[in-house]
Structure formats: structure tokens, C-alpha cells
């Protein structure tokens, strides 16, 4: 993996940036998840939040960082209601880019962030999860990485081999790190859809 540049310094507006994320375990994924969202919320130009389909430890740790945490229990109001909250949730706090950890945080917020009008959407592959399942979780897998998804995120090297060969998309990054960190985050974020100015400054960024 390439050496990565330092992060960018994005326009004096700060970015608003939301993550989707199932929250009802804190085991790798969700750590991860709450490593990079408290890190990126100490830059003056983002503004993180996040979109939880469970209350736990997750959203505990998140709101006790400073991080403005929505809760829209999944058990409630299943799948429709989970995409037409989030779609509200996105433009009222007039997000620009979502960033998506897991199978159906990705169909939720892929689908929302549309809805929304979002100018970007971030997938985040903790593991091959759904790819090894045949039949509709596949395919909406491969629909959400080809019609809502601008960067796919791998957590390793391993897994940043298996998902070109699965899923189409237009750009796929990896992080070696046991935790991918900002400037990782920052690095593979690049995508036209992110503002005009805010693209401009990803250009610069090796590719």
C-alpha cells in the first residue's frame, strides 16, 4: 500500500459528514467505526454524526465523545421506516456525505442519501459478510456497489483482492491498519460528488 499524504484541508465550511451503523454489538466493526468517527470529529472541517438502528455500547461511547447520535430502532419500524427516517435525518442536517458500515447500513443508507440528494456515499467492508450468501443478498450487494456507492473501503489487504472481484465500483481503497484512521478515511474518500471546491483539493491527492 502506497504512503499516504497527509489529510487535506477542506474548505472553510465545514464538510457534513453522517455514519450509518447497526450499533446493537461492540465487537470489531463497531470499534473501528467509533476509533475513526471520534477521531474525524476533532477536525474543525467535518462535522460528524451518526444514524444507529440500535441502541448499545456503541451509541454510549459515541454521544460520551461529543458525537450527535440518532437512534431509529430497527425493531420498530423495519426497513421502509429505517430508509425514510434516515432520508429525513440527512436533510435536515443537510449532509453531504454518508458513510456506510455493514450490510444493511449500506442498503438504508444508500438508498436515504439518494432520497436525500447526498453528494456522496462511503461503504466501509469490515469482512466478506453477505458475498459468501447467494440469492438477494448478493445481488443487493451488487446493486448498491454499482448504483449508490462512490468509494468502497477495505479494512485489509486481503479483503481489497476479494471485492474487485465480486462487486463493481468505481474506486476500492484498503486500510492495513486494525483501525482505519483519518487520514486513511480522508485519503480514499476522493469523489466528485463531495462538493466542487472539496473535490478540487481531492484531486491533489495521489492516486
Same mark, same amino acid.
Given at each position: 500500500?502506497?504512503?499516504?499524504?497527509?489529510? +487535506?484541508?477542506? +474548505?472553510?465550511?465545514?464538510?457534513?459528514?453522517?455514519?450509518?451503523?447497526?450499533?446493537? $454489538?461492540?465487537?470489531?466493526?463497531?470499534?473501528?467505526?467509533? /476509533?475513526?468517527?471520534? @477521531?474525524?470529529?476533532?477536525?474543525?472541517?467535518? =462535522?460528524?454524526?451518526?444514524?444507529?438502528?440500535?441502541?448499545?455500547?456503541?451509541?454510549?461511547?459515541?454521544?460520551?465523545?461529543?458525537?450527535?447520535?440518532?437512534?431509529?430502532?430497527?425493531?420498530?419500524?423495519?426497513?421502509?421506516?429505517? &430508509?425514510?427516517?434516515? =432520508?429525513?435525518? $440527512?436533510?435536515? @442536517?443537510?449532509?453531504?456525505? &454518508?458513510?456506510?458500515?455493514?450490510?444493511?447500513?449500506?442498503?438504508?443508507?444508500?438508498?436515504?442519501?439518494?432520497?436525500?440528494?447526498?453528494?456522496?456515499?462511503?461503504? /466501509?467492508?469490515? #469482512?466478506? #459478510?453477505? $458475498?459468501?450468501? #447467494?440469492?438477494?443478498? =448478493?445481488?443487493?450487494?451488487?446493486?448498491?456497489? =454499482?448504483?449508490?456507492?462512490?468509494?468502497?473501503?477495505?479494512?485489509?489487504?486481503?479483503? #481489497?483482492?476479494?471485492?474487485?472481484?465480486?462487486?463493481?465500483?468505481?474506486?476500492?481503497?484498503?486500510?492495513?491498519?486494525?483501525?482505519?484512521?483519518?487520514?486513511?478515511? $480522508?485519503?480514499?474518500?476522493?469523489?466528485?460528488?463531495?462538493?466542487?471546491?472539496?473535490?478540487?483539493?481531492?484531486?491533489?491527492?495521489?492516486?
Amino acid at each position: 500500500m502506497a504512503r499516504l499524504p497527509a489529510c +487535506p484541508k477542506l +474548505p472553510d465550511e465545514p464538510l457534513r459528514v453522517c455514519h450509518l451503523i447497526s450499533g446493537d $454489538l461492540w465487537a470489531g466493526a463497531e470499534v473501528q467505526a467509533a /476509533t475513526l468517527m471520534a @477521531e474525524l470529529a476533532c477536525r474543525a472541517d467535518l =462535522r460528524v454524526r451518526a444514524i444507529l438502528f440500535n441502541r448499545g455500547e456503541l451509541g454510549r461511547r459515541l454521544e460520551r465523545d461529543g458525537i450527535p447520535v440518532t437512534v431509529l430502532p430497527e425493531s420498530e419500524i423495519g426497513l421502509p421506516g429505517l &430508509v425514510w427516517r434516515s =432520508r429525513r435525518v $440527512l436533510s435536515r @442536517e443537510r449532509i453531504e456525505l &454518508v458513510h456506510a458500515h455493514g450490510h444493511k447500513e449500506h442498503l438504508v443508507g444508500g438508498l436515504a442519501a439518494r432520497l436525500a440528494g447526498v453528494g456522496a456515499i462511503v461503504r /466501509t467492508h469490515h #469482512g466478506k #459478510g453477505m $458475498l459468501n450468501r #447467494g440469492g438477494v443478498h =448478493r445481488w443487493v450487494e451488487a446493486a448498491g456497489a =454499482r448504483w449508490w456507492t462512490d468509494r468502497m473501503i477495505a479494512v485489509s489487504a486481503e479483503l #481489497g483482492e476479494f471485492l474487485p472481484e465480486r462487486l463493481p465500483c468505481r474506486r476500492i481503497g484498503c486500510s492495513t491498519s486494525s483501525c482505519l484512521g483519518p487520514r486513511a478515511w $480522508l485519503f480514499w474518500l476522493s469523489s466528485p460528488g463531495v462538493r466542487t471546491s472539496a473535490s478540487e483539493v481531492w484531486s491533489s491527492v495521489p492516486r
